[in-house]
């Protein structure tokens, strides 16, 4: 507001500005003009005509606004990348690839595993033609979506029979549900676990209408606690792994084989979350620590009478959760209308079955499906891999960038394996002069994002999680995100406030 003794001259400069705002509106391109400029033709293929109006007309306001204000008004060619822009918005998918340099190589924020290239093939080929989905082609009759992967999962596990649901939430709900509803379910008091936030043991039971019986304490169970409460009301006796947290010093725990010998005694089934779906052990060599989470075969070598698992943790296929073991009990879980609403889609199915597939050579295994080649990456090639992207890095980005090396661990992820650091030679990124959170968030907002670590003020790159390729894409991206944050720093300061 001015003051009285300036008003003469304030309203001497608006009389002066008014009539040259009112004559530039007069040059304000039509909408049908702004629609027609190859920029904005361009933008509006994906994103439909009716989108393009609008954002146009939206433009146009603005601009409008912007000179009665006595801005100088804009080209044709800003104001039509400006309507491109606000198009292409739209248009860019919401769900889109990251490169993961965090080093956290089952990232649940990040989609947890990365595909082998079969499993995105088989899916590539199904996911836009028809299928034999449920179609038996000898017979030309009805098969069964779930025979695809059965068969696969037998042969790979050694176990009588399998069956695939959504994820491993729903496997354990699926189990607790058919056998156990109404009815007990005695697990330690040590493994009444929560991952990710929102699968919580004792929750899951309560909402498939079992009863929770808790045994033993935190730190120590023994057989003696599970077998003081069985009872007529028992169902089933459930071992959950610990994915996510270890137990250590003053601990008891009971071995598998005990609890089942146990289970044989009462006539009761012995029921193993296992979570993260290792297969089979590593071979030697740096992938070893992997040899500390429970496999899918050892736990049913030790007599569980059912496993379930996730797809998309160390099995590192699609989401989903899969559950191996006696025909019998299968066979229930198979005919119960909740295996209907738990069930999974076909390109889950192709996912899984080209994974599952690669698993026929466990080697083979090792070599193709990421997760597992990540984890089996040596500290030396990961030094090279390294030292070669810090290089690209100070080639691409010159003074503006600090680019350091030095020793850090990546994480396995996805609750396995927490407690095990994967030694690895990270790459530091500095701008000198930008808040590193600035550095992280331009990288991340970049095309595509980038996300790595921040520690000590340095944004960390972990190359154990980069894909083939993702190393020149990176360094592109880093260079266009300096590049931003740099003009931005050069450029002239935000005009202040009237
Ligand atoms: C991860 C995990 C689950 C949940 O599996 P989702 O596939 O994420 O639903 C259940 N139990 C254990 C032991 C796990 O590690």
Request: aromatic share 2%; proline share 8%.
């Amino acid at each position: 507001m001015p003051s009285p003794h300036d008003r003469e001259t304030a309203s001497a400069t608006e009389a002066d500005r008014r009539p040259a705002a009112a004559s530039t509106l007069r040059t304000l391109p039509a909408v049908h003009r702004l629609l027609a400029h190859p920029a904005v033709q361009e933008a509006a293929r994906g994103a439909g005509a009716a989108w393009a109006a609008e954002s146009a007309r939206r433009v146009l306001d603005e601009e409008r606004r912007r000179r009665l204000e006595g801005a100088p008004p804009r080209a044709l060619d800003q104001l039509a990348a400006a309507t491109a822009a606000r198009v292409a918005a739209v248009a860019r998918p919401s769900l889109r690839r990251v490169i993961n340099a965090t080093g956290v190589v089952l990232h649940t924020n990040l989609g947890r595993a990365p595909l082998p290239a079969e499993a995105v093939a088989s899916v590539a080929e199904v996911a836009g033609a028809y299928s034999t989905l449920e179609y038996d082609l000898a017979t030309g009759g009805r098969g069964s979506r779930l025979d695809h992967v059965r068969s696969l999962l037998r042969r790979v596990t050694g176990a009588e029979d399998a069956l695939v649901v959504n994820n491993n939430a729903a496997a354990v709900y699926l189990v607790l549900a058919v056998l156990a509803a109404g009815r007990e379910v005695v697990v330690s008091r040590g493994q009444l676990v929560e991952i990710g936030g929102s699968f919580r043991i004792p929750e899951i039971l309560a909402a498939s209408g079992a009863r929770l019986v808790e045994v033993g304490t935190t730190n120590k169970t023994r057989l003696a606690d599970y077998e003081a409460a069985i009872g007529p009301e028992t169902a089933l006796l459930l071992r959950v792994h610990t994915s996510n947290y270890r137990i250590v010093g003053f601990t008891a725990s009971v071995p598998l084989e005990d609890l089942v010998a146990l289970g044989r005694r009462h006539g009761l089934p012995v029921v193993d979350d296992v979570g993260s779906g290792l297969l089979f052990p590593p071979p030697a060599g740096p992938g070893r620590p992997l040899a500390g989470e429970p496999s899918v075969q050892a736990s049913l070598a030790a007599g569980a009478d059912l496993v379930t698992f996730s797809g998309d943790k160390l099995l590192g296929g699609p989401q989903a959760g899969i559950i191996v073991g006696r025909a019998e009990l299968v066979a229930r879980l198979r005919r119960h209308p909740l295996m209907r609403a738990l069930r999974c889609d076909k390109l889950v199915l192709a996912a899984l079955e080209a994974t599952l597939r690669l698993y026929l050579d466990p080697a083979e295994a090792y070599r193709r499906v990421p997760v597992l080649a990540m984890l089996s990456r040596s500290p030396d090639e990961l030094a090279r891999v390294a030292r070669r992207l810090a290089a690209r890095l100070r080639r691409a980005l010159g003074p503006r960038a600090r680019v350091t090396v030095a020793p850090g661990d990546s994480q396995a992820g996805g609750g396995s394996l927490p407690e095990v650091p994967w030694p690895t030679t990270l790459v530091g990124l500095t701008v000198p002069g930008v808040a590193v959170a600035d550095l992280a968030a331009a990288l991340r907002q970049g095309e595509p994002p980038v996300i790595g670590r921040i520690h000590d003020d340095v944004l960390w790159l972990d190359p154990r999680t980069l894909l083939p390729g993702d190393d020149r894409e990176l360094v592109r991206a880093a260079a266009r995100a300096v590049d931003r944050l740099t003009d931005a720093a050069r450029g002239d300061p935000a005009p202040a406030a009237p």
